[in-house]
């Protein structure tokens, strides 16, 4: 198995305990340096107080007020970011919305949106993930984007009116390939926690500059008898200022921390997506010689700088409190022969590249064509780590698919047909119950373009469903919440109706579920709850012995758990009877093994494709299923494809 993929995932994971142990430390220091203000405070006013008779004091305890305004410090940096990261529960929609975005319909006929919007949808095939909403931030013209989520099913994708219009197809490639790293890498979760530990932290510098400036206009309309008070608010908001200062320090430190190297990395892995270092480091050079470069205007744009592509905010003269690498050595990286100079800005090209290739995939199911087994087996090598190869060939499967339903899928009304039409079984006798079902639960309009659409689906090659699928979540997203209960009913049933749902429709339908629902339902972020598949044998077992059914005979299953088994050693796998390996039992069992850590899922993805392998027959169904039960263990695979080389530098950890 490759480890590149499920390091830089442990290593995500890593740097969040890194981050809570940095917030501790600067809690500790923030705290303190309350309470020795406040200490020294009653200290003065103890030994001032016979200069104060006027304003009728008593003595204080030298350690009551000191104590209780650092807790009361504390409580407010726990409750600062515990109450941003609740705002931030939204995932990426908010934190676009934020700073000022606003979602790209799907459907949009404006050529610079529809621009965006191809690129994302072909990188988002290419990487095997569900196709991300995508926001644009209308006011800045500066050359700019990010990701945010807290996983690829609340991921979106945004980028700046300056970044649509002035990149070409190339240098926006460069630019989404390098957001599509960070999804990938599993550096979101991370950002956006950071967001919400940076406020607690930095909230009571905050205050002490609202208090500063209400000092400044009482002591303006106040009168001489109030004045104490005035100058008490003044002294109590300047002290907080300063010790905000630790706060912004800390934060700003940390920010530093977490985001330099992976920004290179980010742009290294650009250039293996796209294979075009020129693209991405055209973007930066665009950087350079734009007149805003990448600044963004947005008041909140500042507690965001370290999720941006290029550098959103200033950040000091020294350049130690950085985000991002300075821009001429991310560019060297890049393009080692650059001569230093920033071109001048000439606008975008409008030229779009064109995928190489003569495979069609329209006009044939395709379920049938054969794979090479050693591709399929080394499939887990691939997991995360998407090539030129598979963006040309996403490319290639969207320009290929028939036109009216690549209308169909960006349309919230079709990409509802679109996904009912994938579910409909080809046989007339249970189709025809399928859609007295659908009629039941949706409205005439929507069953009448499910079944103008259906003929046209089941003709496409067995490869576009899964695309199809992840197509169509940005559409269904834009529903409303009752037309998400709608819909939701309707699917349901429509899965209900066909007692006889295949293992690879029930896919479909699962990844479906999965990404859709955290936009219209509170979901729980998926958590690590193991470290190990050892005690998780018997839902491994589940796993690997319903893959085995679909191999044929008893026997030819039980040697796909034999095999499958072969990859997990310390694993005590066994060949469950047909009675114990239902659909419902394999969801339970998908639910548990989503938990384990990164590493061990990519060794249940190498098991199950040994299991697949088990007959040295793989086709085109067997892979988009093993595609599918990736995704399902968030280990998004990229398609694969016929011919492919295989890395035979396979270093297995087991």
């Given at each position: 198995?490759?480890?590149?993929?499920?390091?830089?995932?442990?290593?995500?994971?890593?740097?969040?305990k890194?981050?809570?142990?940095?917030?501790?430390?600067?809690?500790?220091?923030?705290?303190?340096?309350?309470?020795?203000?406040?200490?020294?405070?009653v200290?003065?006013?103890?030994?001032?107080?016979?200069n104060?008779?006027?304003?009728?004091?008593?003595?204080?305890?030298?350690?009551?007020?000191?104590?209780?305004?650092?807790?009361?410090?504390?409580?407010?940096i726990?409750?600062?970011?515990?109450?941003?990261?609740?705002?931030?529960?939204?995932?990426?929609?908010?934190?676009?919305?934020?700073?000022?975005?606003?979602?790209?319909?799907?459907?949009?006929?404006?050529?610079?949106?529809?621009?965006?919007?191809?690129?994302?949808?072909?990188?988002?095939?290419?990487?095997?993930?569900?196709?991300?909403?995508?926001?644009?931030?209308?006011e800045?013209?500066?050359i700019?984007?990010?990701?945010?989520?807290?996983?690829?099913s609340?991921?979106?994708?945004?980028?700046?009116?300056?970044?649509?219009?002035?990149?070409?197809?190339?240098?926006?490639?460069?630019?989404?390939?390098?957001?599509?790293?960070?999804?990938?890498?599993?550096?979101?979760?991370?950002?956006?926690?950071?967001?919400?530990?940076?406020?607690?932290?930095?909230?009571?510098?905050?205050?002490?500059?609202?208090?500063?400036?209400?000092?400044?206009?009482?002591?303006r309309?106040s009168?001489?008898?109030?004045?104490?008070?005035?100058?008490?608010?003044?002294a109590?908001?300047?002290?907080?200022v300063?010790?905000?200062?630790?706060?912004?320090?800390?934060?700003?430190?940390?920010?530093?921390?977490?985001?330099?190297?992976?920004?290179?990395l980010?742009?290294s892995?650009?250039?293996?997506?796209?294979?075009?270092?020129?693209?991405?480091?055209?973007?930066?050079?665009?950087?350079?010689?734009?007149?805003?470069?990448?600044?963004?205007?947005?008041?909140?744009?500042?507690?965001?700088?370290?999720?941006?592509?290029?550098?959103?905010?200033?950040?000091?003269?020294?350049?130690?409190?950085?985000?991002?690498?300075?821009?001429?050595?991310r560019?060297?990286?890049?393009?080692?022969?650059?001569?230093?100079?920033?071109p001048?800005?000439t606008?975008?090209?409008?030229?779009?590249?064109q995928?190489?290739?003569?495979?069609?995939?329209?006009?044939?199911?395709?379920?049938?064509?054969?794979?090479s087994?050693?591709?399929?087996?080394?499939?887990?090598?691939?997991?995360?780590?998407?090539?030129?190869?598979?963006?040309?060939?996403?490319?290639?499967?969207?320009?290929?698919?028939?036109a009216?339903?690549v209308?169909?899928?960006?349309?919230?009304?079709?990409?509802?047909?679109?996904?009912?039409?994938?579910?409909?079984?080809?046989?007339?006798?249970?189709?025809?119950?399928?859609?007295?079902?659908?009629?039941?639960?949706?409205?005439?309009?929507?069953?009448?373009?499910?079944?103008?659409?259906?003929?046209?689906?089941?003709?496409?090659?067995?490869?576009?469903?899964?695309?199809?699928?992840?197509?169509?979540?940005?559409?269904?997203?834009?529903?409303?919440?009752?037309?998400?209960?709608?819909?939701?009913?309707?699917?349901?049933?429509?899965?209900?109706?066909?007692?006889?749902?295949?293992?690879?429709?029930?896919?479909?339908?699962?990844?479906?579920?999965?990404?859709?629902?955290?936009?219209?339902?509170k979901?729980?972020?998926?958590?690590?709850?193991?470290?190990?598949?050892?005690?998780?044998?018997?839902?491994?077992?589940?796993?690997?012995?319903?893959?085995?059914?679909?191999?044929?005979?008893?026997?030819?299953?039980?040697?796909?758990?034999?095999?499958?088994?072969?990859?997990?050693?310390?694993?005590?796998?066994?060949?469950?009877?047909?009675?114990r390996?239902g659909?419902?039992?394999?969801?339970?069992?998908?639910?548990?093994?989503?938990?384990?850590?990164?590493?061990?899922?990519?060794r249940?993805?190498?098991?199950?494709?040994?299991?697949?392998?088990?007959?040295?027959?793989?086709?085109?169904?067997?892979?988009?299923?093993?595609?599918?039960?990736?995704?399902?263990?968030?280990?998004?695979?990229?398609?694969?494809?016929?011919?492919?080389?295989?890395?035979?530098?396979?270093?297995?950890?087991?």
């Amino acid at each position: 198995m490759s480890t590149e993929f499920f390091e830089r995932q442990s290593k995500a994971r890593r740097s969040t305990k890194w981050l809570v142990a940095m917030f501790f430390l600067a809690v500790v220091g923030i705290v303190g340096m309350v309470f020795l203000a406040s200490a020294t405070a009653v200290g003065f006013y103890n030994e001032n107080r016979s200069n104060l008779q006027a304003f009728h004091v008593k003595p204080v305890a030298p350690w009551t007020i000191p104590l209780g305004v650092s807790a009361a410090a504390l409580v407010l940096i726990a409750g600062g970011s515990w109450y941003k990261v609740s705002m931030l529960s939204g995932g990426g929609t908010t934190v676009a919305e934020s700073v000022g975005g606003r979602r790209i319909v799907p459907n949009t006929t404006n050529p610079v949106e529809r621009k965006v919007l191809n690129v994302v949808e072909e990188m988002a095939i290419a990487s095997g993930m569900p196709v991300p909403p995508v926001f644009m931030l209308p006011e800045e013209s500066a050359i700019n984007a990010f990701a945010a989520g807290y996983s690829s099913s609340d991921a979106v994708v945004a980028v700046t009116r300056g970044t649509a219009e002035q990149l070409s197809r190339d240098e926006l490639q460069g630019v989404i390939a390098h957001e599509f790293s960070h999804i990938l890498n599993g550096d979101m979760r991370l950002n956006i926690r950071l967001i919400g530990v940076l406020h607690g932290i930095l909230l009571l510098g905050l205050i002490g500059q609202m208090l500063f400036r209400g000092a400044a206009y009482s002591g303006r309309s106040s009168s001489k008898e109030g004045g104490g008070g005035v100058i008490a608010l003044f002294a109590i908001g300047l002290a907080l200022v300063l010790i905000g200062l630790i706060g912004t320090l800390f934060g700003n430190l940390i920010k530093a921390a977490v985001s330099r190297q992976r920004e290179y990395l980010a742009d290294s892995s650009a250039v293996q997506f796209t294979r075009n270092p020129l693209g991405i480091a055209g973007a930066l050079k665009r950087i350079g010689a734009a007149a805003l470069g990448s600044r963004l205007q947005h008041p909140n744009a500042a507690e965001m700088s370290h999720m941006y592509f290029g550098q959103g905010v200033w950040e000091g003269f020294s350049g130690m409190m950085a985000t991002h690498p300075p821009l001429q050595k991310r560019i060297l990286r890049l393009d080692p022969e650059w001569n230093g100079k920033f071109p001048k800005s000439t606008g975008a090209a409008a030229g779009m590249s064109q995928a190489s290739g003569a495979v069609g995939f329209a006009g044939a199911t395709g379920a049938d064509e054969q794979l090479s087994v050693e591709v399929v087996e080394n499939a887990a090598d691939q997991v995360g780590a998407p090539t030129e190869d598979h963006r040309l060939y996403a490319t290639r499967l969207v320009r290929e698919l028939p036109a009216t339903i690549v209308e169909a899928v960006h349309d919230p009304y079709g990409s509802r047909a679109v996904i009912f039409a994938l579910l409909l079984d080809r046989e007339e006798d249970v189709r025809a119950i399928q859609m007295k079902a659908l009629a039941v639960n949706t409205s005439r309009d929507i069953v009448e373009l499910t079944a103008k659409l259906a003929p046209t689906i089941h003709r496409l090659d067995t490869r576009t469903r899964l695309p199809l699928v992840d197509m169509s979540l940005p559409a269904l997203r834009s529903m409303t919440r009752p037309q998400y209960v709608e819909f939701s009913k309707a699917f349901q049933e429509l899965v209900r109706a066909d007692n006889r749902l295949g293992l690879f429709e029930w896919t479909l339908h699962r990844i479906l579920l999965r990404h859709l629902r955290p936009q219209f339902e509170k979901i729980a972020t998926p958590r690590i709850s193991y470290y190990g598949l050892q005690r998780l044998a018997e839902p491994c077992s589940v796993l690997l012995s319903t893959l085995g059914y679909t191999s044929g005979t008893n026997a030819q299953a039980s040697q796909a758990v034999a095999d499958a088994a072969s990859q997990l050693p310390d694993v005590a796998i066994k060949f469950l009877p047909v009675e114990r390996c239902g659909l419902a039992k394999l969801e339970t069992a998908l639910d548990r093994l989503s938990q384990v850590s990164a590493k061990h899922r990519g060794r249940l993805v190498e098991a199950c494709a040994a299991a697949i392998c088990a007959d040295e027959k793989v086709n085109i169904r067997e892979v988009e299923l093993l595609r599918g039960i990736s995704d399902m263990l968030d280990c998004p695979m990229p398609p694969l494809l016929p011919g492919q080389q295989v890395n035979r530098t396979k270093n297995r950890e087991k």
